[in-house]
């Protein structure tokens, strides 16, 4: 990227020359500025896209982040440690009610930030 030769990343020559040959679509392709990209035949496409021309999964949750819980700029977050009997019901929970554990322990906050009020 930016002129950045991406072989070695993979140990597969056949996919180094892929990697290197998005990248290099991805920084000089001629898009017209009203195009869009609206279909793929496989799910998560343009995730597996990302992937491959940032070289990691990862790479891509550093690029892409997540969407402000503040409605802009970046929300705080704290880590906190568990019992691991209390992750386990809450991962159970979550599950049952199809949410993610974080949500649940934002929502538990509140309640008690509401109650110490």
């Known amino acids: 990227m930016n002129g950045?030769?991406?072989?070695?990343?993979?140990?597969?020559?056949?996919?180094?020359?892929e990697?290197?040959?998005?990248?290099?679509?991805?920084?000089?392709?001629?898009?017209s500025?009203?195009?869009?990209i609206t279909s793929s035949s496989e799910p998560e496409?343009?995730?597996?896209?990302?992937s491959a021309a940032l070289g990691s999964d990862s790479a891509v949750r550093r690029a892409v982040g997540k969407p402000s819980l503040s409605g802009g700029g970046q929300s705080p977050a704290r880590s906190v440690?568990?019992?691991q009997e209390m992750d386990?019901?809450?991962?159970?929970?979550?599950?049952?009610r199809n949410v993610k554990p974080?949500?649940?322990?934002r929502r538990a906050l509140d309640e008690y930030l509401v109650r110490a009020s």
């Open 88 to 96: 386990a019901r809450l991962i159970e929970i979550a599950k049952q």
């Open 19 to 31: 990697l290197n040959h998005l990248a290099d679509w991805a920084e000089n392709a001629e898009i």
């Open 102 to 105: 974080s949500e649940i322990i």
């Open 81 to 83: 440690r568990l019992p």
């Open 45 to 50: 496409a343009g995730m597996k896209l990302l």
């Open 33 to 36: 500025p009203g195009a869009q």
């Open 4 to 17: 950045q030769d991406l072989s070695n990343t993979v140990n597969d020559p056949e996919v180094d020359a």
